[in-house]
Every structure is written in structure tokens, then in C-alpha cells.
């Protein structure tokens, strides 16, 4: 989805119990996508609220539909959370920080 992702600016994710760790979710964001995320599961750990993209607390279609339509209406917003994402995807949640976490997990494990 990688031509897509190129094209777009908003990233909807609406996961019934998880977002962490959405390969979608991350190459959206890589690609500069602001997301609007259902809180679900470890989301936050992903996406913070304000700061890359917009959190809904509940599948509420009026809740999601007005998020979104402020996200679409709101340039700046938009941008800065694209920008953030990009930042996150490639400095937080990438291949290096991955095999730490996933080592000192099987670590934890076998200790």
C-alpha cells in the first residue's frame, strides 16, 4: 500500500481491539499520515492523542464522523500530525527498537 499511503493524508483505523502493532497503521504513518484511531487495546502506545493523530473513544459513528471531519477541515493539524507520525514510525517504532523490545522480552522470559 505503499503508492497509496504516498497519496493520502489521513489514516482511519477503526480495529475492534488493537492498533499496536498495525503494519498498515505504521506504514501509513511512515509515509506521513495523521491518523484517526478507536482507543483500543494498546493504541496509545502508537498514536497520542493531539500529538500525531486524533483518538475516538468509542465506536460512536457520530464521535468518528465529527473527528474526521475536523481532521479533513484542519491543514495545519493535518500536516503537524504527519509530520509527527514520520518522526514515530522511523525513530520509535522501527526495526532496531523492535529487536530490542522482542530480546529483552524472550530475556525476561528465560531469566
Known amino acids: 500500500l505503499e503508492e497509496e499511503f504516498a497519496c493520502s493524508k489521513i489514516f482511519v483505523s477503526l480495529q475492534d481491539y488493537e492498533n ?5 497503521l505504521l506504514e501509513a504513518m511512515g509515509n506521513g499520515n495523521a491518523v484517526l484511531a478507536v482507543n ?6 502508537v498514536v497520542k492523542d493531539n500529538i500525531n493523530g486524533i483518538l475516538c473513544n468509542s465506536f460512536d459513528v457520530k464521535e468518528i464522523s465529527e473527528k474526521l471531519f475536523q ?7 493535518t ?3 504527519a509530520r509527527n507520525n514520520n518522526q ?3 525513530n520509535v517504532h522501527n526495526i532496531r527498537n523492535f529487536t530490542n523490545d522482542i530480546e529483552q522480552f524472550w530475556e525476561s ?3
Open 20 to 24: 499496536f502493532t498495525s503494519i498498515s
Open 40 to 45: 483500543v487495546g494498546e493504541t496509545e502506545r
Open 71 to 77: 481532521l479533513m477541515n484542519d491543514s495545519k493539524k
Open 79 to 81: 500536516e503537524e500530525y
Open 88 to 90: 514515530v514510525a522511523n
Open 109 to 111: 522470559i528465560f531469566d
